[in-house]
């Protein structure tokens, strides 16, 4: 194929620019072309030339890149010796370019926290309102209840199966003791709007069956809720009738022989 220009010619263009387009315009084809882009391509492959420099629309080469990953410590001080606005984008596009460059890029992984010894991880009461429902879940499993927990907000955190049909059950967990040595559990609600400061009300009685309360001790209730209707507040000492059983394993520091 014959070039309006020689190879020497497309030798020095390509060692004069820094991109295809400034090639094509230094052998005076128009820039813009794709096909005197895509010709003028082709013959550097044929022969084989190094285009190692092109930066395209990048202000910075590759050489200049493999400097600033060698030297750097951090992406950002990769991108600011790339004279480059430090931002994510820009961090995740000279990033993206070092590893197609196959640089080592090891050293910037942050170093992962090491995860402390399951000895010093302490249960604590103030998370029994995150577990509560989970124990009960667990609770009820355990004894061939199948549980379903229901898709949209509702009075109730959890649809039994109990033997004799299924039941709406209000999980309530407590952190709290009062003056005689009973913890305190609320089994209020608050109506269902914006205001997180407005008053609990009591339950109505026909939306659920059940109350499962789990106190700070581990102890686990299952109260009917017409027991307690009316209700927004109980101390579950004066419910002793209805544990049904004992977390409390749950919450005791575990022992170094017993972590081990």
């Known amino acids: 194929m014959k070039y309006p220009w020689t190879d020497d010619e497309l ?22 072309s794709g096909g005197a882009v895509r010709r003028i391509k082709a013959r550097a ?22 400097q600033a990953v060698g030297d750097a410590w951090t992406w950002g001080e990769v991108v600011r010796a790339l004279k480059l606005a430090d ?7 000279v990033k993206g370019h070092a590893v197609r460059l196959d640089l080592d890029i090891s050293k910037f992984d942050p170093t992962p926290t090491p995860f402390p010894p399951i000895s010093v991880v302490e249960p604590s009461p103030t998370n029994l309102r995150f577990a ?24 109730y955190d959890l649809l039994v199966s109990f033997p004799d049909g299924v ?3 209000q999980v309530k967990t407590s952190v709290f003791r009062a003056a005689n040595a009973s913890w305190t559990v609320g089994i209020g609600q608050r109506p269902y709007t914006l205001d997180k400061t407005a008053g609990r009300r009591p339950y109505d009685p026909d939306e659920l069956d059940f109350f499962f309360v789990i106190d700070g001790e581990g102890s686990l209730y299952l109260i ?24 409390s394993s749950f919450l005791a520091t575990p022992t170094r022989s017993a972590a081990k």
Request: positive net charge; proline residues 3%.
């Open 11 to 32: 030798r020095a263009a390509i060692i004069e620019t820094r991109s295809w387009r400034g090639v094509a315009r230094a052998l005076g084809a128009k820039g813009h």
């Open 45 to 66: 492959a044929a022969l084989g030339l190094d285009v190692s420099h092109f930066t395209a629309q990048r202000t910075w080469s590759d050489e200049q890149l493999k």
């Open 87 to 93: 931002n994510d984008k820009t961090r995740l596009i």
């Open 132 to 155: 509560g429902e989970w124990i009960a879940i667990a609770w009820f499993a355990l004894r061939g209840l199948p549980v379903a927990v229901p898709a949209q907000h509702q009075a």
């Open 167 to 169: 039941q709406r059950v």
């Open 224 to 247: 009917p809720s017409k027991t307690v209707a009316g209700r927004v507040a109980i101390n579950v000492g004066a419910y002793k009738e209805y544990i049904v059983g004992d977390a």
